[in-house]
């Protein structure tokens, strides 16, 4: 069984800079996909970032220059590195894995493994 567990959800002031985690475990095959979406308080889970096992990504135009997704294959964790953070990136953030064959993509109906969740809050 797949499980997902995502840390290093903070507090931050604007403009600031965090780090979030993914620890994966479960997986059967060797190769498949990540990403990272996000869900502010009343709108629509969206997609952030995503990463195929050839290290190929993809973002979203409201992240671009300032989010960064990387992994650890050896260790089973993703990362999701923030900067110059805003208001409006306030939001509960989830990893997500899609089993291969994929690509790095931020369509949330192709995920097949969700982890629960952790916090990233931007206020001043």
């Known amino acids: 069984q797949v499980h997902l567990v995502e840390s290093g959800g903070d507090s931050v002031q604007p403009g600031g800079s965090l780090r979030v985690s993914c620890v994966a475990s479960?997986?059967?095959?060797?190769?498949?996909?990540m990403a990272w979406f996000r869900q502010a308080a009343g709108k629509e889970r969206e997609g952030v970032a995503a990463?195929?096992?050839?290290?190929?990504?993809a973002y979203a135009d409201s992240v671009k220059g300032r989010f960064t997704i990387s992994k650890d294959s050896a260790k089973d964790t993703w990362f999701l590195e923030m900067t110059d953070l805003k208001p409006e990136d306030t939001a509960m953030y989830y990893c997500?894995?899609?089993?291969?064959?994929?690509?790095?993509?931020?369509?949330?109906?192709?995920?097949?493994?969700w982890g629960n969740g952790t916090l990233v809050t931007i206020s001043s």
């Open positions: 479960g997986f059967t095959y060797p190769s498949y996909c």
């Open positions: 997500a894995a899609e089993d291969d064959p994929c690509f790095a993509r931020l369509d949330r109906g192709q995920m097949d493994y």
């Open positions: 990463i195929d096992d050839d290290g190929a990504t």
